[in-house]
């Protein structure tokens, strides 16, 4: 009984993989969008920007993990810095956290993957999650148009009867 069992999991296992090649699909090319292009709620924007300035909101210890009753994760210091990022279109408050801050310095051109838009007291802010990606890049040329700041447009959730 135990070698049928036994036998019929390998033909499970073995069949799937004798279907044939799976091919992965072709990765695409990000697509990169202009601060301008932003919208409330979107997620997925690739962006080239500079950075303009850095503000460090908050830089606390962790907590002493002899208080915590389950043997936690190694603790780090948790940071948050604001930053004025933009392209020749406009410009909007980036939150960079943890590791992010160390990339962050005025002059900077960065690379924002999968970057996507939270919305902090009805105000656009920019943020990279584990989903994304930070990446120094090349200096650009743009002058950063800081006239339109994305940040400073207060928006309003409106619920709308049918």
């Not at 799937?16 to 932003?38: E, S």
Request: charged letters at 25%.
């Amino acid at each position: 009984m135990a070698t049928r069992s036994g036998s019929r999991q390998q033909a499970n296992t073995g069949g799937a993989n004798t279907t044939g090649t799976a091919a992965k699909p072709a990765m695409r090319k990000p697509v990169f969008i202009k601060v301008d292009q932003l919208k409330p709620g979107t997620t997925g924007n690739n962006l080239t920007v500079k950075i303009v300035n850095v503000n460090t909101v908050l830089s606390k210890k962790p907590r002493n993990p002899s208080s915590l009753r389950v043997p936690a994760r190694p603790q780090q210091n948790t940071r948050i810095a604001e930053c004025l990022v933009g392209d020749e279109t406009g410009s909007i408050l980036l939150t960079a956290r943890n590791d992010q801050v160390d990339l962050m310095k005025p002059d900077t051109t960065i690379i924002l993957r999968n970057a996507k838009i939270d919305m902090f007291k009805g105000s656009m802010r920019l943020a990279v999650d584990k989903w994304g990606r930070v990446e120094v890049a090349d200096p650009a040329t743009f002058v950063v148009n800081e006239e339109n700041n994305l940040s400073l447009v207060e928006y309003e959730l409106v619920n709308v009867e049918e």
